[in-house]
T-cell receptor
Framework: DAKTTQPNSMESNEEEPVHLPCNHS???????IHWYRQLPSQGPEYVIH???SNVNNRMASLAIAEDRKSSTLILHRATLRDAAVYYC?????????FGDGTTLTVKP | DAEITQSPRHKITETGRQVTLACHQT?????MFWYRQDLGHGLRLIHY???????NKGEVSDGYSVSRSNTEDLPLTLESAASSQTSVYFCASSESESGGYTFGSGTRLTVV
């Protein structure tokens, strides 16, 4: 199965770090791990992606397990604007499959 | 600024009609994709293209077709619309096979 596994929902307090987990135990060696987020009535927004090494950008950090069977998206300081559905996907040259994602709620 | 635009934003059509959804990007990306998203679920890949004259079937391609005559456009055609194709359709593009995707704002299609 090419889908990833994520918790249905998570909650966080504003200005605290958030760790969103993703399991992709059947990932192949050439699959990239992508993260996107989606607000209601909008298209998904790119967050971050990586292959083997941990990645950082202005939005988030991506920690990839050494065996690549799981990864964690880290939002260093959650804001109310980070409340969204977060999707972790395996991607191989565009052949990607989205699961149902994690709905992140951020409490003020 | 470069962008990816979809039209129309909303469409209602009747069962059996042919419908075409437009996707236009000015990123000059070679790779373009069509997804559908049913209420409360993630996206499923319909068709994708790696360049002009290249098209490939995705996970849920039955009843859909695409054509790629230039870099900027990948129109999605529903040959004979069915109620099961009521969904939100997203177009996306990427610069390379390992790059992140840029998504359009979506087209909400209702088949009655």
């Amino acid at each position: 199965d090419a889908k990833t596994t994520q918790p249905n929902s998570m909650e966080s307090n504003e200005e605290e770090p958030v760790h969103l987990p993703c399991n992709h135990s059947t990932i192949s060696g050439t699959d990239y791990i992508h993260w996107y987020r989606q607000l209601p009535s909008q298209g998904p927004e790119y967050v971050i992606h990586g292959l083997t090494s941990n990645v950082n950008n202005r939005m988030a950090s991506l920690a990839i397990a050494e065996d690549r069977k799981s990864s964690t998206l880290i939002l260093h300081r959650a804001t109310l604007r980070d409340a969204a559905v977060y999707y972790c996907i395996r991607d191989n040259a565009g052949k990607s499959t989205f699961g149902d994602g994690t709905t992140l709620t951020v409490k003020p | 600024d470069a962008e990816i635009t979809q039209s129309p934003r909303h469409k209602i059509t009747e069962t059996g009609r042919q419908v075409t959804l437009a996707c236009h990007q000015t990123w000059n990306h070679n790779n373009m994709f069509w997804y559908r998203q049913d209420l409360g679920h993630g996206l499923r890949l319909i068709h994708y293209s790696y360049g002009v004259q290249d098209t490939n079937k995705g996970e849920v391609s039955d009843g859909y077709s695409v054509s790629r005559s230039n870099t900027e456009d990948l129109p999605l055609t529903l040959e004979s619309a069915a109620s099961s194709q009521t969904s939100v359709y997203f177009c996306a593009s990427s610069e390379s096979e390992s790059g992140g995707y840029t998504f359009g704002s979506g087209t909400r299609l209702t088949v009655v």
